[in-house]
């Protein structure tokens, strides 16, 4: 267990339907990344927060956005889904201060039917 | 710019055999080098991680090296399991800072055949 957690588990809807993952970090661990990952592709880097502030972002579409809150747990909202979206996404925390090492959840698979 | 490169792409060994996987990097100013293993379905895993001065470190059956001269690193897996079959991914972090970059490679396949 990473001691990263990630709801919903599964989530299943339609196109043009709005979603919200959560992801609450380790504790202590004041960084919060999300990533995509579709099917039998390598992670792709969405956007990275450092105690509540965007610190970086990757190629995250228009559509996405996230914020993390003053407890430190992250969301990811995901909008205007299309097909494409399906992917499963995975929320990792760390520290720089321990060599940047990310502890990652086990992710949220989003089927968008 | 900055990239990290892994081969093979995809590797099929038998049970209980060594195999060696590659991964060879441009990041630059270089802070430490990572290896994950990916199960199909979940969230990758941590096996090592290396900074600059460390050129060797091993987890069980797993042994990563790094060669910060030429930017290479390697994992070695030792007697193959079936439970090995996973992805194998390099991640290089960029500088040291709370924005610095994670770089991360494309992965390995590894599939442990019985």
């Known amino acids: 267990d990473s001691g990263v957690t990630q709801t919903p588990k599964h989530l299943i809807t339609a196109t043009g339907q709005r979603v919200t993952l959560r992801c609450s970090p380790r504790s202590g661990d004041l960084s919060v990344y999300w990533y995509q990952q579709s099917l039998d592709q390598g992670l792709q880097f969405l956007i990275q927060?450092?105690?509540?502030?965007?610190?970086a972002k990757g190629n995250i579409l228009e559509r996405f956005s996230a914020q993390q809150f003053p407890d430190l747990h992250s969301e990811l909202n995901l909008s205007s889904l299309e097909l494409g979206d399906s992917a499963l996404y995975f929320c990792a925390s760390g520290t720089y201060l321990a060599k940047n090492i990310q502890y990652f959840g086990a992710g949220t698979r989003l089927s968008v039917l | 710019k900055n990239q990290v490169e892994q081969s093979p792409q995809s590797l099929i060994i038998l049970e209980g055999k060594n195999c060696t996987l590659q991964c060879n990097y441009t990041v630059s100013p270089f802070s430490n080098l990572r290896w994950y293993k990916q199960d199909t379905g979940r969230g990758p895993v941590s096996l090592t991680i290396?900074?600059?001065?460390?050129n060797t470190k091993s987890n069980g059956r797993y042994t990563a090296t790094l060669d910060a001269d030429t930017k290479q690193s390697s994992l070695h897996i030792t007697a193959s399991q079936l439970s090995d079959s996973a992805s194998y991914i390099c991640v290089v972090s960029e500088g040291y800072s709370s924005a610095s970059k994670i770089i991360f490679g494309s992965g390995t396949r590894l599939s442990i055949r019985p």
């Open positions: 290396m900074t600059f001065s460390e």
């Open positions: 927060y450092y105690n509540g502030e965007e610190r």
